[in-house]
């Protein structure tokens, strides 16, 4: 018998390597090697989850129908949470029904997003840097093309929406990763403005960092603006709950139609029991303030995040500085692979701004998922 190959599909071979999988392999032959690394490279929370969402997730686990098939639009009660979740939180009315799709975090949501939307040949509009999923994951595995959108510090890191004109969807993120910039409220006008003149473009806001803010800042939601739009929520940051795969979907019913039509077809939803423990996640909110558990894990990466940005600048690196995520980006010069080399043989993992799109090159992206003293150890070592 003769040895072989079988071929990928065309667009999975056209598809670059998962940047964090890339790192996840160089990080772990370094543990192997028995080295003490100090992984900054991957957005992971190393805090734990509130114990009222890890209780709940235990009480629920015993609900009597917890091991039935749930729905793919997601449990009744949970999207009339989110709803209630959503009004106190934002201030906007949602139909529980029609206008919310639970989803297995916001990486599955923007995926099934993309099938239910985007044909082959299709142009997408993605920000860069950004999120690998909107270029890689929605328009390169739906065949479709990519118009990209720079992100630049003298713009504040938000995109021209003229490059958007013509395009089947638009996909933006603020709080920003990797930049961790916010939008300014001209911005959202402009958005909601773009959203409502172009019925044919398919305008979602990934607002998977949502809740990871600090100080005075309050992210509003795009929803405030328009509701011809789409916005994805996840419980994965804020709430460390990266592994129980759980966020939602929120805004045009007819949008949400088709993502639930595409999810009827690649997945059964998400386990009744996490659903309901974010359910009550969720409604621990009063309004806009967050439960007292959510409050402490603001106040801890703020606290590194004040540190990571002094530590780099008194290094003299030119450091963004921003009130929202768990993220630090920094320019390291035009670049930034020898630094990143650097910092692997001295067994500290940062993230290659290229990694995020062409316009990351000279950046690096840290993520504050280390103990302050870690992070510390990290930065002492980079000098």
């Not at 160089?26 to 190393?46: C, F, Q, S």
Request: glycine share 8%; net charge negative.
């Amino acid at each position: 018998m003769t040895n072989s190959t079988l071929p990928y599909a065309s667009r999975l071979s056209a598809l670059p390597p998962y940047l964090f999988a890339d790192l996840e392999k160089k990080t772990a032959e370094k543990i192997a090697a028995g080295r003490d690394v100090i992984n900054l490279g991957i957005g992971d929370p190393d805090l734990p989850p509130p114990g009222y969402f890890t209780r709940s997730l235990q009480m629920h686990v015993a609900d009597p129908d917890a091991h039935f098939y749930p729905t793919s639009r997601g449990d009744p009660d949970v999207r009339k949470a989110i709803a209630r979740f959503f009004k106190g939180r934002f201030g906007v009315d949602l139909d529980p029904e029609s206008q919310i799709c639970v989803v297995l975090g916001g990486k599955e949501g923007l995926s099934s997003l993309g099938r239910a939307y985007v044909n082959p040949g299709d142009i997408v509009a993605v920000p860069s840097p950004a999120y690998p999923v909107y270029a890689q994951g929605i328009t390169a595995l739906c065949d479709a093309q990519t118009q990209v959108m720079p992100l630049k510090s003298e713009n504040g890191f938000l995109p021209d929406l003229n490059l958007a004109e013509g395009v089947r969807a638009l996909f933006v993120n603020y709080p920003n990763n990797p930049t961790g910039a916010v939008a300014t409220e001209f911005f959202w006008e402009q958005l909601a403005d773009f959203a409502d003149t172009h019925p044919e473009t398919l305008v979602c806001h990934d607002h998977a960092y949502s809740e990871m803010t600090f100080g005075d800042y309050i992210a509003p939601s795009l929803l405030q603006y328009t509701k011809n739009c789409v916005e994805m929520h996840s419980l994965s940051k804020v709430f460390n709950a990266t592994g129980f795969r759980i966020g939602f979907a929120a805004g045009r019913a007819d949008i949400i139609s088709g993502m639930v039509r595409v999810k009827t077809q690649i997945d059964s939803g998400a386990p009744l029991f996490i659903q309901r423990a974010m359910a009550d996640g969720l409604l621990s909110y009063r309004g806009t303030e967050p439960p007292p558990e959510v409050e402490k894990i603001r106040r801890v990466y703020g606290e590194r995040r004040v540190y990571a940005e002094k530590a780099l600048a008194l290094l003299g690196l030119d450091v963004t500085h921003s009130e929202a995520t768990f993220y630090v980006w920094v320019r390291v010069g035009d670049d930034e692979m020898p630094f990143v080399e650097r910092a692997l043989d001295h067994d500290v993992v940062v993230t290659p701004g290229r990694g995020f799109g062409a316009e990351g090159i000279g950046y690096i992206r840290l993520a504050l998922t280390q103990p302050l003293p870690r992070i510390e150890e990290a930065l002492h070592r980079l000098v």
